[in-house]
């Protein structure tokens, strides 16, 4: 079972990228799936998260109103479109995927993801 982030890349502030987190092997579906991020020198953080359960959507402070976290079952992908981006989003992005459900104030825990993919980096610079 693996999954892989992807849709990085360089854009200015102000700007748009969709992320997405494809899975192979198994049913992103039955899974909640959690996004993260991590820059240099800094522990990583959960940004969002869609509930297998209920598909609830939960986000962090720093990302609400600018990121949406979305299910595509056919494509088995989950997806993170970002806007507004500051230089403060630049960091490599990851997803996982946890228990069907997870506590809203657990949702957004590394901890409670075993299977992660590698990450893809996303750098907002002008």
């Known amino acids: 079972v693996q999954l892989q982030a992807s849709g990085g890349g360089l854009v200015q502030p102000g700007g748009s990228l969709r992320l997405s987190c494809a899975a192979s092997?198994?049913?992103?579906?039955?899974?909640?799936i959690g996004w993260f991020r991590q820059a240099p020198g800094k522990e990583r953080e959960g940004v969002s998260c869609i509930r297998a359960s209920d598909n609830n959507k939960f986000y962090s402070s720093s990302v609400k109103g600018r990121f949406t976290v979305n299910r595509d079952r056919a494509k088995n992908t989950v997806y993170l479109q970002m806007n507004s981006l500051t230089p403060e989003d630049s960091a490599v992005y990851y997803c996982?995927?946890?228990?069907?459900?997870?506590?809203?104030?657990?949702?957004?825990?590394?901890?409670?993801?075993?299977?992660w993919g590698q990450g893809t980096q996303v750098t907002v610079s002008s």
């Open positions: 996982a995927s946890g228990a069907r459900h997870i506590l809203s104030s657990l949702c957004r825990d590394p901890s409670r993801y075993a299977n």
């Open positions: 092997g198994f049913s992103l579906g039955d899974y909640t």
